[in-house]
Each structure stands twice: as structure tokens, then as C-alpha cells.
């Protein structure tokens, strides 16, 4: 299991991973090194809104 | 499994991850971590791209609303040491020219609520104006009452005849804990010490853009370790949110953190008013813990003894 793992966030590899990928992805590419950590079969990202009369919005990264 | 996205206090949003099984203690606290990292990722990343913009709105904005957005903090929450702040804007359908903002140095920390007259575009405007020549003198190195008088100058010099904006600016004194501020025509603030809400009794002069050439008077504001205070516009206190007592809601909202203490208070003008807000409702809430500049407690983002029980 990854997660049992110490260390299992690897700064320098996520940074690469972000710095490696569009802006429009960086977000997408943690979520998905994310996702693997656990096995997730899904991860999603629900961004909190600016203001009480915006619904917060979804966005389905990898 | 749910895990909040957190910097600072700031609830930039939460990961949701389905998962084959139930997740170990370990895995839990190494995804907590991953996604305090998220939070990182996605503040540099939205300097590039306007998709999480889009993840923040459900209607489109209106022009005014555009330029008063511009207008507000990078960051919303804000948890220090000595301190915990947060602020909220929420706007009418006829956005009415509320602002607010903050800043924090070694020294001090530093705070504005304003209000510009009007609605629309050319209250945006006017409130654009505004809130740049207080940055402006701030980021010069004035002080609050060379920052008041810059900015009435400013304002009385580029706008036209009759334009004005109320504001109030606070100063804290990070090493003594000595508060000061200048009301310009604006509401007073609330103070919750002790469990009793009460108004601070602060004299209140001309809004900036009225009288040029005008100085305004520092006032000494009472400020204690423990103290919350909440500074807001008069859209939270007129028009059809009059029924709203926000005394009332302050003493009831006491045990939450203060982000979410603006967002129940933004709340609770939405529902007075039905959700037709006739003018900006604006608001920021400072708690003060007081005692000298430090570190504050953090487990991914977030300071654990500041966090409400769930819900």
C-alpha cells in the first residue's frame, strides 16, 4: 500500500509534475499524484465560492 | 473521503477522493498534506489562468461586480499569532461599491472597509479609486492619518463634484497592541467581549472626497486580547436588511471561526432580504489573542484549536 509508506509526498516530484504541465492542468496533475497515493477511484475538486449567491462549482481533475 | 484545501485559514475548497476501502490513519494524514500542497498549487496556478474563476461563479458577473472583485484581497482569511481575520463581500444585484482589505508587516497589521456612494460601473469606479490611493500611501510608508488624507485628496482631485466614499482605517501595533483608526462617515463597528456585543462609540467624520485638504483625526481604538470586532457597511444595517439584528447574530455566531462568522452574518442579510440585496453587504471580523508577534498552530492549513466541531 503506497500509503504506508513514509514520505509519500515527494515535494520535488510534485513540483515537477505542476511546473511540467499547462496552469489549466498544474491543479489536475497533484490531484491525480493524489488520487494514486490511495488508490482513489475518483477525485474532485469543489472549489468554495466567492460569495453566498455562487453555488460552489466543480471541477473533475484526472 | 472528504479533505479540506486549505492556506491559512483560507477555505480555498475541499478534494473529494472515492475510495476501494477505508482509508488507514496513515493514508489519511498523507492525503491531508497532499492537499494542503493543493492549496499552494492552485494559488500559483489561478495567477495563469482564469478556470478557477470559473469554479467560483455559477452566474455571470456583472462589469461592476468585475471591477469591485478586482478590488478585494488576494486572500479572503487570514490566521496569525496574534490574530484571526476574515472578510466578505456580498454583493447587491446593483453592486453598490463596497470594499474591503487588509495587509500585515512586521509591525503592524492594517485594515480598510470602504463604501463608495453610487451603483455600477461608476461606483466600481469610484471605489477603484479609492482603494488604490490608500494602497497607494500605504505602500509609500505613510501614516494612517498621512493614508486618510492622501486618499481624500486623491479622491476629491480625480473624481467629480459630489462623489464620495465612506471607509474606516484601523491600524494594530503588533509589538504593543495599540489600535488606532480614522472613521470617515462610516459605520461603526461591533465589539463582542465577554459574550455582550456592543457598539464602539468612535467620532465620525466627513467621508473621504468631501472637503479636500482635510485631515482626519487617529483615533484610539479599544482594543483587548480576546476581543472580536466586526466592521460593516450599511448594507448589512438598511433598506430592506433592516430587520436584520446583527448584534443579535454576532452573540449567537461567538464560537465559530471568523470566516465563518462573515459567512453566517452574509448569510443571514441574504435571508432577511430574500436574496434581493439592495445594497453591498460587506463585513470583516478580527479576532485579537493579543501577546507579542509569533508562530501561530497549524496542522495542514488550518489551525486546529481555531476549527468549529462538524456539522
Known sequence: MRGSEDHVIDVGALLEKVETAAPIDAVEAVAAALGEMVDARAVTLLVAPSSRTCRPSTTEPG | ?311
Open chain 2, 1 to 311: 473521503m472528504i479533505v479540506p484545501v486549505t492556506d491559512r485559514g483560507d477555505a480555498i475548497g475541499v478534494i473529494e477522493l472515492l475510495l476501494p476501502r477505508f482509508p488507514s490513519d496513515k493514508e489519511v494524514a498523507d492525503v491531508r498534506s497532499a492537499a494542503h500542497a493543493l492549496a499552494y498549487v492552485v494559488i500559483a496556478a489561478r495567477r495563469h489562468t482564469d478556470v478557477f474563476e470559473w469554479g467560483q461563479r455559477s452566474t455571470p458577473f456583472a462589469l461592476a461586480a468585475e471591477i469591485q472583485r478586482r478590488l478585494l484581497p488576494a486572500s479572503y482569511t487570514c490566521e496569525a499569532g496574534q490574530f484571526t481575520l476574515a472578510g466578505w463581500l456580498e454583493p447587491a444585484s446593483s453592486v453598490g461599491g463596497d470594499t474591503f482589505d487588509y495587509t500585515l508587516d512586521r509591525d503592524s497589521l492594517q485594515l480598510s472597509i470602504t463604501d463608495a456612494v453610487g451603483h455600477q460601473v461608476p461606483a466600481a469606479l469610484l471605489a477603484t479609486l479609492l482603494v488604490g490611493s490608500l494602497r497607494n500611501g500605504r505602500r509609500k510608508g505613510l501614516d494612517l492619518a498621512e493614508q486618510a488624507r492622501y486618499a481624500n485628496d486623491s479622491l476629491a482631485e480625480n473624481s467629480a463634484p459630489g462623489q464620495f466614499v465612506t471607509g474606516q482605517l484601523m491600524r494594530v501595533d503588533l509589538h504593543t497592541g495599540i489600535a488606532q483608526i480614522v472613521n470617515a462617515g462610516h459605520v461603526l463597528p461591533l465589539r463582542l467581549r465577554a459574550g455582550r456585543v456592543e457598539e464602539i462609540d468612535l467620532r465620525v467624520e466627513a467621508p473621504f472626497g468631501v472637503l479636500p485638504g482635510k485631515s482626519f483625526d487617529v483615533q484610539p481604538f479599544p482594543l483587548e486580547p480576546g476581543d472580536r470586532i466586526v466592521f460593516l457597511t450599511d448594507g448589512m444595517q438598511e433598506r430592506n436588511a433592516v430587520d436584520l439584528d446583527v448584534a443579535t447574530a454576532l452573540a449567537d455566531s461567538a464560537d465559530l471561526h471568523p470566516r465563518e462568522v462573515v459567512h453566517a452574518l452574509g448569510a443571514a442579510v441574504l435571508h432577511e432580504t430574500g436574496g434581493d440585496l439592495r445594497d453591498d453587504a460587506t463585513m470583516i471580523c478580527l479576532d485579537w489573542y493579543g501577546g507579542p508577534p509569533r508562530g501561530r498552530t497549524t496542522e495542514q492549513g488550518a489551525d486546529p484549536d481555531l476549527a468549529s466541531a462538524p456539522a
